[in-house]
């Protein structure tokens, strides 16, 4: 048993694929969660704001999103990952980062859009009672409220993306599971693919500890 692990963690430094393989995994997983986050909050504004507007640009852009967001979460990010690389880009890396991040915004989007929504509208007309603009009343009295409201739906989303990036090796990407897997082909052990579960589960477990920690903090604001 000490034979195998050394055979597949030590031997010809292969710790150091793992640890390339799992930086590349961190990497893809914080730029598609930046790119989800910025193209959800503008997806969830667009939404918002359409929904009571009449102007066919207006109409016209609320529809695209609608459709930008049905089309993203009705198929399969493996899929979306082929189409980024066979067509979009010629980089593996590249073509994750935008598959990624383009497939977590329409989920992302939604969250938001539910968290906005779930804000009594008298908030939103007490701001407005008070001078500020449209836009002001949702950066400083809807979306401090939301953000309470969606951050354990936002953090379930960044944990399972980080999971999801696991078949970025479709496209020749050499992420934490692509690595385990190229050594557990040429050391005959199914082993690196434990590692790799075991490397992922304390990552999980890592972020979801953030998560309960941010919540224990805003609960006690709450209180405050």
């Known amino acids: 048993m000490l034979s195998d692990f050394y055979k597949v963690t030590v031997y010809k430094g292969r710790w150091v694929q793992y640890l390339e393989g799992l930086g590349m995994t961190i990497a893809l997983a914080a730029l598609a969660c930046l790119i989800g986050v910025c193209i959800g909050v503008l997806v969830a504004l667009v939404k918002y704001y359409a929904g009571g507007k009449k102007s066919f640009g207006w109409k016209a852009v609320n529809a695209a999103c609608g459709i930008y967001v049905t089309v993203i979460r009705g198929t399969p990010i ?14 593996s890396f590249e073509a994750c980062v935008f598959a990624f991040g ?89 082993a690196p693919l434990f590692i790799a579960a075991a490397i992922y589960l304390l990552l999980v477990v890592g972020m979801t500890a953030i998560q309960k920690k941010m919540e224990r903090r805003l609960a006690q604001s709450d209180r405050g």
């Not at 899929?79 to 880009?89: E, G, K, M, N, R």
């Not at 407005?128 to 400083?140: D, F, K, N, Q, V």
Request: no cysteine; charged share 15%.
């Open 78 to 91: 493996v899929v979306q990952l082929l189409i980024a690389y066979t067509i979009l880009f010629n980089g």
């Open 102 to 190: 383009v497939n977590s915004g329409a989920y992302v989007a939604e969250i938001i859009r539910g968290g906005i929504a779930s804000i009594d509208p008298g908030q939103a007309e007490a701001g407005r009672s008070l001078g500020l603009s449209e836009g002001a009343t949702m950066r400083l009295i809807v979306l401090p409220q939301a953000v309470k409201n969606i951050l354990p739906a936002l953090f379930n989303e960044f944990i399972a993306l980080l999971k999801e990036t696991s078949v970025a090796g479709y496209i020749a990407a050499r992420d934490l599971t692509k690595v385990s897997d190229s050594i557990r082909g040429i050391a005959f052990n199914s």
